[in-house]
């Protein structure tokens, strides 16, 4: 056993010891931990100075109530949730997520990938990431407002435009990060760097709503252009109709893909004319209604129940499971790659299980994982920072120029790494090394703190 491969073992024993009940944070560590041994091994002045155990850690997990009035004057709680993970290199940046799923082991994954997805970007941006388990679904106007205000009346304690700069993720949108800024302008008064995807009217950034679907498509159109492929022409399937689902598709449609099928967590819709974005915008960011509606528009399409089908058994050339973690399994990937899968590019936080990855990887399919293929997000994120900072706005196409440079700079970087670290085109490994070293040499450099 090499002494990159004993260190790394050695630690995440402890790690699993000391969060036995985490899953999902276990997994994203896992992931991350077995790409790194190299680095250990070329590099054993990271052992020595323990930048693994240390970085594992966060800074601080803050875990809060959050009590509100329900449209019926009945008091209701739920946890709430920030956890700064590492501010290494910058103040820490993550989104905020609402639903009934989140607890501590999930804002942990969220921020310990976010730490890798950040560096990479190439932008000074720490980790971090928050939540709550409200569930938005079924509340009124009202009731979402009034929960967020609460919310925010104690996550502003904790965070400003220098030090923690939260945005939206899987159930706030724009919406709740309207009344998440407004209440934290009560508080403190107009400080509009504090968050980012706000609206366009009050110092939020062109093209931030579709930066991270679009550049989980960019990030796809490097892989494949790196093997003389193109997306013109391929069929595509995009798992989820939120945030990420619909400007992935969006992209793929504006550069020749034909989009077949989407979904939400009560199932998939498939149309083999190609998917109508703008029905599924009007369900989703209007009025808020299930897919399943979709087919009373488009009476040609079919609807499949969660309960009774998987969206990844469609036959397809490129893959975007942008819905949400491990909705991707081994069985999904064999399926996919029996159909002739070519590529996969993961808009969602770890959306593949880690056998599905390997499925992938063993079957020579090109594979975009999330914290390298969807930092299209953060990274307009922290653009928005920069306009802020600056009291100025730039035009959709300057944003969107700068998006398309970063991920393709991130694609650049990971297959750089991955052939430094011997596993060329490994793209896992490639983007965990690529972010981790810039992380470790800051946390190095500045001590023990
Ligand atoms: P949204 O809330 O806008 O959309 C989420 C979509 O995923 C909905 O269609 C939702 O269906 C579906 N979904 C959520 N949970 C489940 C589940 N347990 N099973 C099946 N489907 C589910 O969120 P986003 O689009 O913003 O986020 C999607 C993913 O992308 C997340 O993993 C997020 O962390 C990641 N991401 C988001 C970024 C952003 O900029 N927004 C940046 C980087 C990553 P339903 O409505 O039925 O719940």
Redo the contacts with the bound molecule.
């Keep these: 056993m090499t002494k990159g491969r004993e260190y790394v073992t050695e630690v995440f024993k402890k790690v699993k010891e000391d969060n036995a009940h985490e899953s999902e944070f276990l997994q994203a560590v896992k992931e991350v931990f077995e790409t790194l041994v190299p680095v250990f091994d070329r590099y054993p002045k990271y052992i020595e100075e323990n930048i693994l155990e240390r970085l594992v850690e966060p800074e601080r997990v803050i875990s809060f109530r959050v009590a509100w009035l329900d449209d019926q004057g009945k008091v209701q709680v739920n946890k709430g949730y920030r956890v700064q993970y590492s501010s290494a290199i910058g103040p820490y940046k993550g989104?905020i997520?609402f639903?009934p799923?989140v607890n501590q082991s999930i804002v942990k994954f969220?921020g310990f990938e976010q730490i890798f997805k950040n560096s990479l970007t190439g932008l000074p941006i720490g980790g971090g990431k928050g939540g709550s388990n409200f569930d938005p679904?079924g509340k009124s106007d009202n009731e979402v407002m009034r929960f967020v205000q609460a919310f925010m009346t104690e996550l502003q304690k904790y965070i400003g435009p220098d030090i923690d700069v939260p945005a939206?993720?899987?159930?706030v949108?724009a919406r709740e990060v309207g009344y998440m800024f407004g209440q934290y302008k009560k508080l403190n008064g107009y400080k509009n760097g504090v968050i980012t995807g706000k609206g366009l009217t009050y110092g939020g950034s062109l093209v931030r709503k579709e930066?991270?679907g679009y550049g989980a498509v960019y990030f796809a159109e490097q892989m494949l252009k790196a093997n003389s492929k193109d997306i013109a022409g391929k069929i595509a399937i995009v798992s989820?109709?939120?945030?990420?689902?619909i400007y992935a598709a969006e992209k793929l449609q504006q550069l020749g893909a034909k989009v077949v099928a989407m979904?939400?967590?009560?199932g998939y819709i498939y149309d083999e004319n190609g998917i109508n974005l703008d029905t599924i915008k009007e369900l989703k960011e209007k009025q808020r209604e299930r897919i399943s509606k979709y087919v009373e528009f488009h009476p040609h399409s079919v609807f499949t129940k969660a309960e009774e089908g998987r969206i990844w058994s469609i036959k397809t050339d490129l893959a975007f499971p942008?819905?949400?973690?491990n909705?991707l399994n081994e069985e999904d990937a064999k399926v996919l790659v029996e159909n002739g899968l070519l590529a996969v590019s993961e808009?969602?936080?770890m959306?593949s299980t880690l056998e599905a990855i390997n499925v992938f990887h063993q079957a020579g399919v090109l594979f975009g994982p999330a914290k390298a293929a969807?930092a299209g997000?953060?990274a307009v994120s922290a653009l928005e920072m920069s306009q802020n900072s600056m009291r100025l706005a730039w035009t959709f196409e300057e944003v969107d120029a700068k998006l398309y440079d970063i991920m393709k700079n991130i694609y650049e970087e990971s297959v750089k790494a991955s052939k430094e670290f011997g596993q060329e085109g490994n793209l896992v490994l490639g983007s965990n090394i690529a972010g981790f070293l810039k992380v470790a040499e800051a946390m190095s450099t500045q001590g023990l703190v």
């Design positions: 989104g997520r639903h799923s969220l679904k939206g993720d899987i159930g949108g930066a991270t989820g109709s939120g945030n990420v689902a979904s939400d967590s009560s942008c819905a949400t973690q909705e808009g969602a936080n959306p969807n997000g953060v």
